[in-house]
């Protein structure tokens, strides 16, 4: 498995990212012997960052991986996350505390390696949108305050929000990693997109986060599934996924991942979800790329995609002249 440098942190994690949530379902409603056979092979070929939350299955999902990790005490990185509510804007330091000590106990861990604001973030606080100044002004110092206490290494935010917010926050250099929606369907956060998008404009969000000497952690590089060209979706999955960042709705992102079948035809990947995969990983500007899983068998087939390496440069350009089509 391809090790990639994650930003300043100066750690190496797998360019494939093992992904904890509850799109995937697998350690949020998972036989608890599957996810423990799921995390051991996981180990077995090089996969050295897991990337879990509070809100995942109501802190089911940091449960099952406490008790995984506490079995097969594994090398690797594990990363959880905070998302305070909006009435706790008022005194945000106290509830990013007491989220970190609740996820702490959940994992059975005395610190996490990191530790990741998971609210979406914009000009102004309203709901689960955290403004860039309260990002900047008072959620840093309570993530510095837990770094001293060696309640967690390093942190970062979940780069979803307004662009323009992002960007700012994403520049103030404050953050060591940010976890960025990238995927075949929308790679505007590292390459320009055409005008009439029908997704978000993310003005080269993680070229800008790797500038900045960030590690990113790619999101949503099958677009909730969307990019297995099926609405078909595993008992385990989440089974109404919103798209984030791309269309309007998962039944146009399918149809819209439907649009590189031609590519998988001329055996440029064997299937969509190796297309998409290594299409993400071709990124210079990746560190991992995460992906949710419901079962042992989509871990091994998300390994074998990675193994095949990067898109070559032709490759690239066909897919990039498809995504040259997309228009809303």
Sequence with gaps: MEQRILG??????????????AVGGLMTKGDPRDQERAVARALEMGITYFDTASIYGNGTSEENT???????????????KV?????????????????????LKRLGMPSVDLFQLHNRIGATSKGDVMSADLVLNEVVPAFERLKREGKIRWFGITALGETESLLKVIRSGAFDTAQICYN???????????????????????????????????????????????????????????????GADFSED?????????????????DLP????????SSPSLSTALIGLANLEQLEAAYRAVSKGPLDAAALAKVRAIQSQFSG
């Excluded at 998302?83 to 609740?102: D, F, L, M, T």
């Excluded at 190796?274 to 990983?281: G, M, V």
Aim: some cysteine; hydrophobic content about 45%.
């Design 8 to 21: 300043r942190t100066g750690i190496k994690v797998s360019v494939l990212g093992f992904g904890c949530g």
């Design 66 to 80: 406490g008790r995984v990790w506490a079995k097969l005490k594994p090398k690797a990185a594990i990363g959880t």
């Design 83 to 103: 998302r305070p509510k909006e009435e706790e804007y008022r005194n945000v330091g106290a509830a990013i505390r007491a989220s970190c000590e609740a996820s």
């Design 184 to 246: 075949a369907l929308n790679p505007s956060a590292d390459a320009p997109v055409p005008p009439r998008f029908p997704g978000q404009d993310y003005a080269g969000l993680m070229t800008a986060a790797k500038a900045a000497g960030l590690g990113t952690i790619a999101i949503r590089v099958l677009a909730g599934g969307a990019l297995s060209g099926s609405a078909e979706r595993h008992p385990l999955n989440v089974q109404v996924v919103e798209p984030i960042g791309s």
């Design 254 to 270: 399918v149809q819209r991942a439907l649009r590189f079948k031609p590519l998988i035809e001329e055996g440029v990947a064997a």
């Design 274 to 281: 190796e297309l998409a995969l290594r299409f993400a990983i």
